[in-house]
């Protein structure tokens, strides 16, 4: 199994970006689908979370209204829109999925909010 993020980069406040989780090995329809961040100093926390099958969606407090999670089961991806993004937004972000059996992770995306 493997989870490869990617979108990541430097964007000043206000602005947007969408970071992708690509997943071989693995069937992202089939599972809960996670995205965790942890900013400089913090613990890592969860920031969104999206169901299988069904597809519902939770948020942390923090993000919610700004960000959004999605997937597309044809490119096995899971994405994630983080508009009007914050200086605290800034954490190297993560795609997850666990269950009682299993934890993946992959290898994080850097996320920089600075003007």
């Known amino acids: 199994v493997h989870l490869v993020e990617s979108g990541g980069g430097l964007v000043q406040p206000g602005g947007s970006l969408r970071l992708s989780c690509a997943a071989s090995?693995?069937?992202?329809?089939?599972?809960?689908m996670n995205w965790y961040r942890q900013g400089p100093g913090k613990v890592r926390e969860l920031v969104a979370a999206?169901?299988?099958?069904?597809?519902?969606?939770n948020y942390a407090d923090s993000v919610k209204g700004r960000f959004t999670i999605s997937r597309d089961n044809r490119k096995n991806t899971v994405y994630l829109q983080m508009n009007s993004l914050k200086p605290e937004d800034t954490a190297v972000y993560y795609c997850?999925?666990?269950?009682?059996?299993?934890?993946?992770w992959g290898q994080g995306t850097q996320v920089t909010v600075s003007s």
């Open positions: 997850n999925s666990r269950g009682t059996t299993y934890d993946y």
């Open positions: 090995g693995f069937t992202v329809s089939y599972y809960i």
């Open positions: 999206i169901d299988r099958l069904g597809g519902s969606t």
